[in-house]
Every structure is written in C-alpha cells, then in structure tokens.
C-alpha cells in the first residue's frame, strides 16, 4: 500500500457554483442567573458544558445550523463547527437579522447550553414580516407582520420574553414570547427617523417584598419570586442619533448625537450595551464610540475604521468590544486599569480604567456582515456579571459579502499568565493579536452535502442552485499520450481544452430553495426538490446528441397519495439516492420523515413502500438508549449477533410519530441495501430486494456527515462523522467487525485533525472487478481542502495474531518524509472542492469552486489609499 495510485484526474472548474454570501450570524444566549441576596458574591467561573449551536444567515434566505464537532465537555476540536441542517428560506428571500430566544427560560439552569429543541429562532430578511423557524421540520413555523414596515434589526431581552423590532416607519415593536407564543406586545413613540439598529440595557433584579412574621409561610405565589425587569432600550438612527427608550411607558428618555460630515446625516449601524450601562456605537463614519447611559454623554470616541462599522460583539466577559464593517478590518477595543480603583465609584467615569484601540485585523477580503462570539454575553449589572474560566479562549466568529465564516481565538494579553486552552487547535497561541484564524469551508449544498451530483455511465454532472439546476457533460477519456490528466499525486498542468460541454439548464418554479437533487447513473433520470415538491424528470438523447427533458407531471399526485395519512403531506424531500440499475429512487420525505422506496421501470412510477421507523420515539432496551425502536435492539456491540425482532405494523402505528430530518442515504452497488441516517444520529438499514426493515443500528453522539458502502464487500457500511471518526458495520452480519475496529481506532492524527470535515469517500471501481483480487484496497476520503487515500484492507479473524496486526499497524501509521504514511496519503491542492468522485476505473472528478473565480464576479472591496491624495 505505501506505493503510489496513479489516476486520471479531471479538474473540473467549469461548475458555475456561487454560494451565498453571509449576512447574519447567532450564538444562543444562556439562561439568567438567579437572584441571590444582596450583597453575595457572584460564583466563580465555569465554563459552559458544550459549544452552542452557530445559527449562520445568509443573502440567498438560507439558514445554515452549526454544531460543535466536539463531544461533550470537549473544549477542542479541529473541525470546529460542522453544518447539521439548513433551513431552506423562501425564494426569493435574504436574511438580514436572525435572533435566538430560550423557548421555556425557567426549565433550564443558569449554567446550561441550550440545545436546539430548547431554542426558537427568528429572522427578518428587510420586508415587513417576521419569521419563527420549526428547528425540527427544517421550515417556518410562523409569522407576524411588524405593522410598522420594513424590519432593519431585532433583539431579545436577557430573559427571552421580549423581542424587540426596529422598523422602517421610526417606531420599536415589542413582541411577547412568552409561553412559546408570539403577539404584539407594545408600539412606541415614533420618531423620524428609521430604527437601524437596537439593544436591550441590562435589567434590574426585583426582589420580593418582605413579609411581617405574621403571614404564612407556605405560599407559593409568583409575587415571592425573584424576577428580572427590563428597564430601558438603546436604538441606533438614520438621523444621526442613539436614543435610550424607557420600556414601561414607550417615550423616549434621552438622545445622543453623533459627528457629521458636511451637514449629512450620520447612520448609527450597530449599538451594544455592557452590563455597567455602558452604551457602545458603530456608525457610518468608522468611528466607534462609548456612551455613559446614565448621563447620556460620550466617554471616549475612536476612529476604528475607514469606512461604515456594520456590527459589533461583546466579549463573554464584556472588557473587550469587537467591530468590524465596510473596510474588512476586525477591530479589538479593550477595558484597561489606569489607576486606583477607590478614585471613582464609576470605573468609566474614574480614572479607574478606560478603553483602548488594542490592535485591528484583516481577516476577510470583502465587508463583514455580522460577529458573534462565543461565549455569549450577557447583558448584567456588576453584581450579577458571569464570570469564565481564563484558562480557555473564547471564539470570535465574523462572516461577509466573502461567503465564509472565520473563526478566531480571542483571548485577552492580561490572560497569558496561565496555559489557555485554544479550541480551534490552530496554534498554541490564543490571544486575538497573535492567534491564527480559521476560514470554515463554505458547503455547496444544503445540510453539508454536495450540490454535485454525477452519473459514471452517462459521463455526466448536475448542479443545484437557489431555484435551477445546470448538467454538463464530460467527454471521453483521451488517450494515455495526451495531456489533461494527471496522478493524484500532482495536480494537472496542461488541461484538456473542451473536455466538457452544457448540456441542461433549467429553471424551476419553487416555493423555497432547492434542498436537495440526484441524477441517475445511466443519466435516464434527474430528480430535485424544495421543500414543498419534489420534480422528477426523464432525460433522453436525440438524434443530434442533444439532451431532451421531459418533467413527470402526476409525479406529485403519486406521492402525496403515499402521504396523505401524515399532518404534513407535502411532497418534498430532504435526500435523493437512485439504485445502481436506475431502476428504483429512494427518497426521504421533508417535514414528514418517511422513507419512500419507488419504482421507476413501470408506464408511470409507483411507490413500493413507505417506512416511517425514523417516526418513532427513542425508547431504552437492555438498559441502552436506542433512538427511534421500541422492541429490543438488533445491533450488539460485541463480536456476536442476535436475531432482528421484526415490529410489527400495528406496532408501528401506535407508536407517537416525532419530527427529525433524514439528510443522509447510501445504497449498496448491488442495490440490496439502503442505510438512512438522521439529524438525531439514528441510522437504519433497509432490505431493498425483501423491501424490509433490516436493523437499527446504535445510536452515536453526532449524526453521520456521509454513509458509504464499499464496492467490493456491498455488505460493508462505512459512516464518517463531522470529527473525522469512522465507524464499519457489516449489515449482513449487524455487528461491527473486529477488522474494522482497529481500523477506525488507529485512523492518522493527520485525518482526524484535518481542519475541515470529510464530506464524501469515493471508491475506485477497478477494485470492485474480480481481476483486482490481488490488488490493496483503499477509499479515498475528501473534504473541502484535502482528499485522502485510506486502507481498506482487512484480514480474515484468524490469519494474523492481534500481536502481528498491531505491529503492521504501527508499522503502516508511521510517517514519511511529506507527512503521510505507507497505508495513508493525503493531498492538498485541490480547493475548495465540491466534489469528489469517479467516472470509470481509474478515472477521477474532482470538482472545484476557487474562491478567486467566485470573488471576480463580485462588485471590488473598499481600497483607500494610505498615501497620496484621497
């Protein structure tokens, strides 16, 4: 195995992909803490459990969420955050503001993280309508007219009861969220102006009023308890001012104005508020400017930028102010002591401290939209303020017009004097002047799939975009004297001229963003969806050797005659896989979570079954969480097997339906085998020949990022997850066999501490022949900046002593010269890459996206020249 593969490569470049470029971005806020007695001291630092959710909006009305790819009480990880879902938006649609708010606040303690089905989010994509997302069906649950027209920004209250709405005709909205409802709550005054930007002062605690000994003891009322009350509003103008709102009576109490140029009005993009009062501005001049709330005048005022400051983040422990805007500059502003503390009761106001400019970053190429830091601040009073662990750096994310988010540690200089913990693992350095950032891979489809999807036989590839999709078709291979191919090893130097063409493009009537598309091998069939209908079309060649489309019209009657027992019987679809021989389309349903299994060799295609086992509830079995089945388990995690407990169909029936996305399907190339993975991680294997439910497999911490089978064993499932960890399950068998899991347990550090997660494997079909035999077997694993060549071989249980397989082990993981190993062989000239796969034996596609080619479409990025005239 430690000799060179030598394959054709095609570099295809000519995909005219464009991803969306990112307008917003949302770390989920923590629960309040209780309201202790006056006077006690806040508790030490802890570091929250796990990473929040990354909610990541964008210009196209898509919605990407994010999770960690780390475990629980995992404070590193190389992936960082992985894509899990997309939520598709309208089309057309963009999002400009997105809010995350605790659904049920008081279920939760102080110190947890969210988790998705705690949280509700909130979009605005600048018309007059809100949204609230369902996290669960991937679609929106309700909305609500702001009846005060276009909405430019939105926040919630610490307590996430309100959310308040800035809106184009000069008034701020309050709306209730109480007991996951949402209502209009409050209006208030209007002003002149639009409500550009917005944000919540920090509450006050209320304490309950002392009883005289004489009352009873035993009452229970809600007036006994602590509460937080939300006291007053900041709000950034167009007229060149910030006005603080008082939100009992709605009027405002006071008004700050801002510099001028020429008699112009000034826009005030962005406003924070520190748990002190402190107000901080970002405007249309560059300049960031802090404010002493309850005097409402400047304290300090900086020339951040050059151009307009767009958004701004506060530190978790809120001495550290992040801005960024038009200019691509990241700028970090810093609270320092000056003196001795007992000088003023203000720290702000003293001579105690006051703020510096401490250094500024360049980290994206064209303007930046929005930051988000993690962990979130929270919006307290000094006596309540949280306090962290400096031992672990906090994560500044920033993303813009130039389509990625870039994560960065961002640690204080006064923090070095301990080790700190950087969790990208980037460097060892964590401190925001120093420290390495980190530019997370944009995804070409929805839920971290591919939007490249490619038929080997017909020697074709398909494209999805918001609400078309494009087929080209690549030509023969040449002969092996000619140029445009190349090794692996090397990328192509001489490409082929003209060794693809166009041959489809189409534009489809859609209610939302495509999700989800397949074409089949033999290039008969192409199938996409939105969220709403699924299209399936017969795609044929004519005389002139061009490619003809005809759509499939009762298509959807077909289907939603399947589905009409469901409460939500739309006809679209999360996930696409034709089998092998074209014959049959596998397709998981949106909203609805069925499995429909149809025949496409008929006059008009047909469903053979529909299954609803990712419908069920998680239920314990022998002391074992299995998500999803309520008789006993059909999976052991040792060496032996026990026979599958067949449920049966009244079972099945009674059993409470629950909402989850199934994003991922795989089927075996001998079509007998259909495995399906959810957002839930639970993973079933169907039986495509018995048209049966086969096994249910264990249910693994993070949901599997690609489910593959291996050509040569089609019994072999292979599941990578987003943290680079595999797992191999024989279906035939339902065990994981002793092979695989030295495989998976001695996988290179180099593999599993890529920056970027594995998005697909691709297998060679030369070793699927009877002559290879004799040849090593290997997978190559790929993500957006690295393809992999991993072994695959195995050995019988008995051929090799566990002594003698860890010594060959050891052996094969050792590195070479350039990094790899003899069994392993990783290349990192491809990027970003869309797409991996293979046309013919021997014959590699690879699809790229450079981000150089999607840039030079874009309008060029704010240049001033230093020197010279301006």
């Given at each position: 195995m430690g000799d060179s593969t030598t394959l054709a490569v095609h570099r295809c470049r000519f995909v005219d992909f464009a991803p969306s470029a990112i307008t917003a971005l949302a770390f989920p806020p923590l629960p309040l803490p209780p309201i202790s007695a006056k006077g006690k001291k806040p508790s030490s630092g802890k570091q929250p459990s796990r990473f929040g959710t990354l909610a990541i909006g964008h210009a196209n009305g898509n919605i990407d969420l994010c999770e960690w790819a780390g475990g629980e009480r995992e404070y590193r990880s190389s992936q960082a955050w992985v894509i899990r879902k997309t939520l598709p938006g309208p089309y057309p649609s963009k999002v400009d503001s997105i809010t995350f708010v605790i659904r049920h606040p008081d279920d939760l303690d102080s110190d947890d993280v969210p988790l998705c089905s705690d949280l509700r989010l909130f979009s605005s994509g600048g018309g007059g309508e809100l949204l609230e997302w369902d996290l669960d069906r991937a679609c929106v649950r309700r909305t609500i007219s702001s009846q005060g027209g276009a909405i430019w920004c939105m926040a919630a209250n610490p307590a996430s009861t309100l959310l308040a709405l800035g809106c184009e005709d000069g008034t701020v909205r309050l709306l209730s969220l109480a007991n996951d409802t949402l209502t209009h709550h409050r209006k208030f005054d209007r002003v002149k102006c639009r409500i550009l930007s917005i944000a919540w002062g920090p509450p006050t605690p209320q304490y309950p009023q002392r009883r005289d000994s004489g009352a009873a003891e035993d009452s229970d009322s809600d007036d006994d308890e602590d509460t937080w009350n939300d006291t007053w509003i900041v709000t950034g103008g167009s007229d060149s001012s910030i006005r603080k709102w008082d939100v009992a009576t709605g009027r405002v109490i006071d008004r700050m104005g801002t510099d001028k140029v020429r008699g112009e009005r000034t826009l005030v993009w962005t406003v924070g508020v520190l748990g002190d009062g402190t107000i901080v501005s970002g405007d249309s001049l560059g300049m960031i400017k802090f404010w002493d709330s309850r005097t409402c005048t400047q304290l300090q005022s900086f020339q951040g930028h050059g151009a307009d400051v767009l958004c701004l983040a506060v530190g978790p422990d809120g001495n550290t102010v992040f801005t960024s805007g038009v200019d691509q500059k990241t700028s970090l502003f810093s609270l320092v002591k000056t003196g001795n503390p007992d000088q003023g009761s203000n720290p702000l106001v003293g001579a105690s401290s006051r703020w510096i400019h401490s250094c500024s970053r360049r980290m994206h190429s064209h303007d930046v939209r929005a930051l988000a830091s993690w962990p979130p601040y929270t919006t307290l009073p000094p006596s309540h303020k949280r306090r962290f662990p400096i031992d672990i750096a906090p994560i500044l994310a920033s993303g813009g017009l130039d389509m990625s988010v870039v994560v960065t540690p961002a640690a204080l200089p006064s923090s070095t004097v301990v080790k700190i913990v950087n969790p990208l693992s980037t460097s060892a350095h964590c401190v925001f002047e120093d420290s390495y950032h980190r530019r997370l891979a944009y995804s070409s489809g929805p839920s971290g799939t591919s939007a490249i999807q490619v038929a080997r036989k017909a020697r074709l590839v398909s494209c999805i975009r918001d609400a078309g999709l494009s087929v080209w078709r690549i030509k023969a291979r040449p002969s092996e004297d000619e140029d445009g191919f190349s090794d692996l090893e090397l990328p192509s130097l001489n490409p082929q001229p003209a060794g693809w063409e166009k041959v489809l493009e189409v534009d489809l009537n859609v209610n939302t963003n495509l999700i989800a598309s397949a074409i089949s091998d033999d290039g008969r069939w192409l199938v996409a969806s939105d969220l709403y209908e699924t299209k399936l079309f017969s795609l044929a060649i004519d005389v002139k050797d061009r490619l003809t489309v005809r759509r499939i019209r009762e298509f959807s009657s077909i289907l939603q005659a399947q589905l009409r027992g469901a409460t939500t019987s739309t006809t679209g679809a999360q996930a696409f896989r034709f089998t092998p021989d074209s014959s049959k389309l596998v397709m998981s349903t949106a909203m609805s979570s069925y499995i429909l299994v149809i025949d496409l060799t008929g006059e008009k295609p047909h469903v053979l079954r529909r299954f609803d086992h990712h419908r069920l509830?998680?239920?314990?079995?022998?002391?074992?969480?299995?998500?999803?089945?309520?008789?006993?388990?059909?999976?052991?995690?040792?060496?032996?097997?026990?026979?599958?407990?067949?449920?049966?169909?009244?079972?099945?029936?009674?059993?409470?339906?629950?909402?989850?996305?199934?994003?991922?399907?795989?089927?075996?190339?001998?079509?007998?085998?259909?495995?399906?993975?959810?957002?839930?991680?639970?993973?079933?294997?169907?039986?495509?020949?018995?048209?049966?439910?086969?096994?249910?497999?264990?249910?693994?911490?993070?949901?599997?990022?690609?489910?593959?089978?291996?050509?040569?064993?089609?019994?072999?499932?292979?599941?990578?997850?987003?943290?680079?960890?595999?797992?191999?399950?024989?279906?035939?068998?339902?065990?994981?066999?002793?092979?695989?899991?030295?495989?998976?347990?001695?996988?290179?550090?180099?593999?599993?501490?890529?920056?970027?997660?594995?998005?697909?494997?691709?297998?060679?079909?030369?070793?699927?022949?009877?002559?290879?035999?004799?040849?090593?077997?290997?997978?190559?694993?790929?993500?957006?900046?690295?393809?992999?060549?991993?072994?695959?071989?195995?050995?019988?249980?008995?051929?090799?002593?566990?002594?003698?397989?860890?010594?060959?082990?050891?052996?094969?993981?050792?590195?070479?010269?350039?990094?790899?190993?003899?069994?392993?062989?990783?290349?990192?000239?491809?990027?970003?890459?869309?797409?991996?796969?293979?046309?013919?034996?021997?014959?590699?596609?690879?699809?790229?996206?450079?981000?150089?080619?999607v840039l030079s479409d874009m309008p060029p990025a704010y240049f001033k020249h230093k020197y010279g005239a301006s």
């Open positions: 509830k998680d239920s314990i079995v022998r002391d074992r969480v299995v998500k999803g089945r309520k008789t006993s388990g059909d999976v052991e995690m040792g060496d032996g097997t026990i026979e599958d407990e067949e449920e049966s169909e009244e079972e099945q029936a009674n059993a409470t339906p629950t909402v989850t996305s199934v994003l991922r399907l795989a089927i075996s190339p001998d079509g007998q085998w259909l495995a399906t993975s959810d957002d839930r991680a639970r993973t079933n294997i169907f039986n495509l020949d018995s048209i049966q439910h086969h096994s249910v497999l264990p249910s693994f911490s993070k949901p599997a990022q690609v489910l593959a089978f291996d050509p040569k064993r089609p019994d072999i499932l292979i599941m990578a997850f987003p943290d680079n960890s595999l797992q191999i399950y024989n279906v035939e068998s339902r065990q994981f066999p002793a092979w695989g899991k030295e495989l998976c347990s001695g996988l290179p550090k180099r593999f599993t501490h890529a920056h970027d997660p594995v998005l697909g494997v691709a297998f060679d079909p030369a070793e699927a022949s009877p002559a290879a035999d004799a040849t090593p077997r290997y997978a190559l694993f790929w993500g957006s900046t690295w393809i992999c060549k991993l072994s695959m071989n195995d050995s019988a249980p008995g051929s090799v002593t566990k002594k003698r397989r860890r010594e060959s082990l050891k052996l094969s993981a050792e590195p070479t010269a350039d990094g790899n190993s003899g069994d392993f062989k990783m290349v990192t000239h491809y990027r970003p890459i869309l797409h991996v796969d293979f046309l013919a034996a021997g014959e590699l596609v690879v699809v790229e996206r450079p981000l150089v080619d």
